[in-house]
């Protein structure tokens, strides 16, 4: 089956799904079509570090997963979006090893917050394009045409500090504590919110 290079376009909170919900939206590389992926908070949190360039001092889930290929010798070739079933996507990633390669079947969030740290391509197959795939409108296309700026922390491709606000609170009303964590650092590296001046 033929597959389409895909990229990031944005990631958003989901404005249909439960409160914990994201909205990943790939775009063709060379094309106008998107590709909207429904993900839960903690594959949204991995894409958004690594697509901000957060350093953890310790290593999280992702982080390990590629050192540890790096280790033994295992290359990340690319992860693709290969089905979709009943909503739901499905994906594999492409490792090579000694000139065996191997597929690995994984969830869409996952194999993308790998891929970005491996620094490997995201593909989708054409069927699954044709399926879900969502033409963009003419003014997105025309703004394809000129480089895009990258988009700062309160634009809807990156998680504001309002929502992560929003996050760090709802992961310590679920006794989450190792994400409450990650959001209190996360929160400490952004520019400390305006105050209003005593008298105002």
């Known amino acids: 089956m ?23 939206i790939l775009r ?18 991995a894409i958004n570090i690594e697509l901000e360039n957060i350093k953890h001092p310790r290593p999280l889930t992702h982080d390990l997963f ?17 089905r979709l079933q009943d909503s739901t996507f499905f994906a594999h990633l492409v490792l090579e090893s000694r000139d065996r390669e ?12 790998l891929a970005l740290r491996a620094r ?20 997105e296309e025309e703004k394809e045409e000129q480089p895009a700026p990258r988009p ?17 609170e709802e992961a310590l009303a679920n006794e989450d504590y190792e994400t409450a964590a990650r959001l209190r650092d996360e929160l400490r590296k952004l520019s400390p919110p ?6 105002s």
């Open 194 to 199: 305006e105050e209003e001046e005593p008298g």
């Open 28 to 45: 063709e590389r060379h094309g106008s079509r998107r590709l909207p992926i429904v993900i839960g908070f903690p594959e949204a949190h």
């Open 102 to 113: 191997v597929t690995v079947d994984c969830r869409p969030s996952d194999g993308i917050a």
């Open 2 to 24: 033929a597959k389409v290079e895909m990229e990031i376009a944005g990631l958003s909170r989901s404005p249909t799904e439960p409160y914990s919900a994201f909205v990943i």
């Open 66 to 82: 590629i050192n540890t290929l790096r280790e033994l010798g295992v290359s990340f070739v690319e992860v693709v979006i290969d």
């Open 152 to 168: 700062s922390r309160k634009t809807s491709g990156r998680l504001s500090r309002e929502d992560l606000e929003r996050l760090l």
């Open 120 to 139: 490997a391509p995201i593909y989708c197959e054409e069927e699954v394009l044709e399926k879900a795939g969502q033409l963009a409108v003419e003014e």
